[in-house]
T-cell receptor, first 117, second 112 residues
């Protein structure tokens, strides 16, 4: 059972371009979370999705950022018109269908490191 | 709003010493607490998860305690090794399936 996959691992964009980050959750997991780690800072929650639904987007910047988790295929975090301040590591995590068990944990991918020139 | 703090921010110890890493959170109404390890340029590896009803969890040389009422958790690593050098993060969840709120991490260096 492969772990959470993220690609690309490294992404370089120029200011104004679009960045698309992909996350394939672990097999059987239907919950996906995106977090951002700015340089020298801790991880901050961005968005929580289930298949075809956004459950919690309270951590998403109001403009330029969007996320989806379609019925088929990976979850996508999209950043339009990137700026230098978007340079960060973006981590995806997945968890299985919840059954009320308090031991449910989030499994993290290796991250995508975005550099905006 | 939940805030998670980890002290110290960095720690350097000689090999063989026990490590004590602290995590505090402002809202005691948590569902669970997790400790993670992050190596430079890498993702997060879950070390231990403590349910809100538990007081501690153990895995090998690692032991994590939770005092929910005082908003504190401590991660103990016994007989540290150079391979334990990494950043250790604690994170709390308010409810099942909820987002994680992370502390800033403690960067650990174990010197041979």
């Amino acid at each position: 059972n492969a772990g959470v996959m993220q690609n690309p691992r490294h992404l370089v964009r120029r200011r104004g371009q679009e960045a698309r980050l992909r996350c394939s959750p672990m097999k059987g997991h239907s919950h996906v979370y995106w977090y951002r780690q700015l340089p020298e800072e801790g991880l901050k929650f961005m968005v929580y999705l289930q298949k075809e639904n956004i459950i919690d987007e309270s951590g998403m910047p109001k403009e330029r950022f969007s996320a989806e988790f379609p019925k088929e295929g990976p979850s996508i975090l999209r950043i339009q018109q990137v700026v230098r301040g978007d340079s960060a590591a973006y981590f995806c995590a997945s968890s299985p269908q919840l059954a009320g068990k308090s031991t449910d944990t989030q499994y993290f991918g290796p991250g995508t490191r975005l550099t905006v020139l | 709003k939940q805030e998670v703090t980890q002290i110290p921010a960095a720690l350097s110890v000689p090999e063989g010493e026990n490590l004590v890493l602290n995590c505090s959170f402002t809202d005691s109404a948590i569902y669970n607490l997790q400790w993670f390890r992050q190596d430079p340029g890498k993702g997060l590896t879950s070390l231990l998860l403590i349910q809100s009803s538990q007081r501690e969890q153990t895995s090998g040389r690692l032991n994590a305690s939770l005092d929910k009422s005082s908003g504190r958790s401590t991660l103990y690593i016994a007989a540290s090794q150079p391979g334990d050098s990494a950043t250790y993060l604690c994170a709390v969840a308010k409810a099942a399936g909820n987002k994680l709120t992370f502390g800033g991490g403690t960067r650990v260096l174990v010197k041979p």
